[in-house]
């Protein structure tokens, strides 16, 4: 695998050890007959020991061989007398000052004739330098290939004289490239997002000298990968064959994605604090404040400025008397994290006192460990507070001068206030009033009653209104008028109610009464109704029966004896019979106006138009063909079917009846502004000033000679509109016509 030239990580490695260091080196001869071991000065250079100091024996220096090396050193050194000549053994010695130094100890080894050992003559060498600086540069190397293995480094290589590029597999598969494909700067470039190519081009081609850097991000189009963000940089380095660029690249998307996160979380947390109504102030563990937001400097003085200056502590901006709640909240923020919420005060630039409500929090800044604080102004608090104690005393000063029983209650329905008006009503002191202890002076028919519609006002946040009777001081118990109110019912948890109580037990005995009495009434009604309904039936029979017997007595005359009887004599059987025939009508009409009045109404959703339809074939039947009817459809009222029935007839009949002979009669049936519908027509009409007659029975504005009738139908319109709850009103010209407006609840 290619490799680019190893990164600087840092300290340069120690250099191997010149000669005056390599003169750090100990010459002995050790007699094994006696045991004894010279030694040369440079004892003192590698254990930092006087040679005087020192044992002459074997055993001295074995005693200062490090504990982890002393095993397998005997053993080496076992071998080596057994059947070795020459040695070379490497071990830690402890030096004077307590560390190990490693060593190489060489030599050889004399034997007698019977080959056993007579004397050891070698050297010991500090090799301590040597070995770190050899360990150093196999940790850098293994650094250096760990880091491009976990970073997925791709090594690249470009000869800058021809453009002679040499790629590792790594890049490959960075890049998307096969293994068939040839390194090339062009064939790079494909790859390059159209984009960044300009910059791409420009950065490759920069850098010409040794020691000139490239470091460029951009984006490659990776055939199965889409698009990436790489990372390449490198330098160039001279070499026998020419200069060449030598770096790697490093798939960096998804840093480049964190990248793109912190900045947006950073920019959102900069505009929430910029914007936050609370204050934010950003210290360092020593509580030197670093940051301030807008919302802080507004409410204490303190800019961006004066935090720049340095030196702001917390401490200075807190009174003396406040040090011992800091101690305790920052005991707490050393220990958790965060310290609760408490109240303080804090000074301004200005030297002004502010409570406020703070606390904070322990985050790890770019710069190490900062404490967030977040600061509220309590001064709107208090001053709300203030304006809420003061609007308080003011409803219980209104409360108490009440007429009036006053209370109040939280969510949960207990009374926690009665105004003076109870307390006298009662004689019992708040105290005993509070929560639900006020229900035993209610009396007991009226409590199961009461608890329910309290309860049920309770899950509803819906006011309350009921009746009950409430025990006076002197034990009598009177009605009163309660009513409760919910406030803020759509916040849920901040609901009170209040409730008022008044005296209605005059008004109580008098409402009995009145009910009493509108009973009794009401049963007189019924009875004299019932005796008028056999009035009038009794009247409708008597009358007609001698009605029948004149008209039939005159029929049979005229069939009998017309020629006896004359001309005038026929005239007058005739006028008889009409006369007759008149009272049957007016009988009828005044026995139909009787039951209007008690008729029940069976009000449903009607067609007006149809009904009108319908009347207006009856009538057309009965008139001659001149006469017209315009119904305009699809107009509806909530009534009774068959009474409105009766009101269209008599006002188109009205309307066909009265008409000028000299032209077509025209009867029009229509909506009108104001009302449900209209009936008009273009006959005779009537005197506007008589207006307020035309609706009374038996009223004619005309000569019955010239348009007969009985006088009652639109005395009948009017009692059938009035039943529905509506209104009925007339409008006319003399020789233009009339417009009759009527008024009946919608459907």
Not at 8 to 32: H, T
Not at 229 to 234: I, V
Not at 384 to 402: G, H, N, P, T, Y
Not at 532 to 543: A, C, K, P, Q, R
């Amino acid at each position: 695998m290619l490799r680019p030239p190893a990164p600087d990580f840092g300290e340069s490695p120690r250099p191997l050890p010149g000669p005056d260091r390599m003169e750090r080196a100990l010459v002995y001869e050790q007699d094994f007959r006696t045991g004894r071991v010279i030694r040369s000065g440079g004892l003192r250079d590698v254990l930092g020991i006087e040679s005087s100091e020192a044992e002459p024996t074997l055993g001295w220096l074995m005693d200062r061989v490090h504990p982890d090396d002393h095993g397998s050193l005997s053993e080496q050194m076992a071998r080596v007398l057994a059947e070795g000549e020459d040695y070379s053994l490497r071990y830690r010695l402890r030096h004077r000052d307590g560390h190990y130094v490693e060593v190489l100890d060489r030599g050889m080894l004399i034997r007698d004739e019977e080959g056993l050992p007579l004397r050891a003559i070698g050297t010991t060498l500090d090799v301590t330098a040597h070995r770190l600086t050899e360990r150093r540069l196999q940790e850098r190397e293994q650094m250096l290939n760990l880091a491009l293995e976990a970073a997925s480094a791709a090594a690249w290589q470009r000869r800058l004289t021809d453009d002679v590029t040499l790629w590792s597999q790594e890049y490959r598969e960075l890049y998307g490239f096969t293994t068939e494909e040839a390194p090339s700067l062009q064939g790079w470039l494909n790859r390059v997002h159209p984009d960044d190519r300009d910059r791409a081009i420009e950065a490759a081609r920069t850098p010409s000298s040794p020691g000139d850097r490239v470091d460029i991000e951009f984006r490659v189009n990776h055939p199965e990968r889409g698009e990436r963000w790489l990372n390449s940089f490198g330098r160039v380095y001279g070499g026998d064959d020419g200069p060449k660029l030598v770096g790697i690249t490093l798939d960096v998307t998804e840093r480049r994605l964190v990248r793109e996160a912190l900045a947006e979380s950073e920019s959102r947390f900069r505009r929430l604090a910029e914007t936050n109504a609370l204050g934010l102030v950003l210290s360092d563990r020593d509580g030197i404040i670093r940051y301030v937001n807008p919302a802080f400097t507004r409410n204490f003085g303190y800019t961006m400025d004066h935090i720049a200056e340095g030196g702001l502590h917390w401490s200075a901006i807190t009174p003396p008397e406040f040090a011992e709640a800091d101690e305790v909240a920052e005991q707490e923020l050393i220990h958790t994290g965060n310290c609760t919420p408490y109240e303080k005060e804090y000074l301004t630039r200005d030297g002004e006192r502010i409570p406020i409500l703070m606390t904070a929090s322990v985050i790890e800044g770019g710069d190490g460990i900062e404490v967030a604080a977040y600061v509220m102004d309590l001064r709107p608090i208090r001053a709300a507070e203030a304006a809420l104690r003061a609007s308080e005393a003011k409803f219980r000063d209104l409360a108490d001068a009440m007429p009036q029983m006053v209370c109040t209650a939280d969510s949960g329905g207990e009374v926690d206030y009665f105004n003076r008006t109870f307390i006298d009503y009662t004689g019992v002191s708040m105290e005993e009033l509070r929560g639900r202890s006020w229900i035993r002076l209610v009396h007991p028919d009226d409590v199961p009653r009461l608890e329910r519609a309290w309860q049920a006002a309770l899950e509803e946040s819906a006011p309350l209104e009921t009746e009950m009777r409430v025990r006076r001081s002197d034990g009598e118990y009177r009605w009163h008028l309660v009513r409760a109110v919910p406030t803020h019912p759509e916040a849920e948890g901040t609901v009170r109610w209040y409730g008022t109580g008044t005296d209605v037990h005059e008004w109580k005995l008098l409402n009995d009464d009145l009910e009493r009495r509108v009973q009794e009434r009401t049963a007189e009604l019924m009875e004299s109704n019932r005796e008028m309904e056999g009035f009038t039936y009794s009247v409708s029979h008597d009358l007609r029966s001698p009605l029948r017997a004149i008209n039939s007595s005159a029929q049979m005359l005229l069939d009998d004896f017309a020629d006896q009887l004359g001309y005038e004599g026929r005239m007058q059987l005739e006028r008889q019979a009409r006369a007759a025939k008149r009272l049957a009508d007016l009988i009828d009409d005044l026995l139909r106006l009787s039951r209007i009045g008690r008729q029940s109404l069976r009000r449903e959703r009607i067609d007006l138009s149809a009904i009108a339809r319908e009347v207006s074939d009856e009538l057309s039947a009965r008139f001659d063909a001149d006469v017209r009817f315009d119904i305009e459809p699809g107009i509806y009222a909530a009534a009774d079917e068959q009474l409105i029935r009766l009101a269209l007839q008599n006002l188109m009949e009205n309307a066909a009846k009265f008409r000028d002979p000299a032209r077509e009669v025209c009867v029009s049936f229509h909506r009108a502004e104001g009302c449900t519908f209209c009936v008009s027509d273009n006959g005779i009409g009537f005197d506007q000033r008589y207006v307020d007659k035309i609706f009374l029975p038996f009223e004619r504005l005309v000569p019955e000679t010239s348009y007969p009738g009985t006088g009652i139908g639109l005395a009948n319109v009017r009692r059938i509109v009035e039943r529905h709850g509506g209104d009925v009103r007339a409008e006319g010209r003399l020789g233009e016509g009339a417009c009759f407006f009527v008024s009946l609840p919608k459907p």
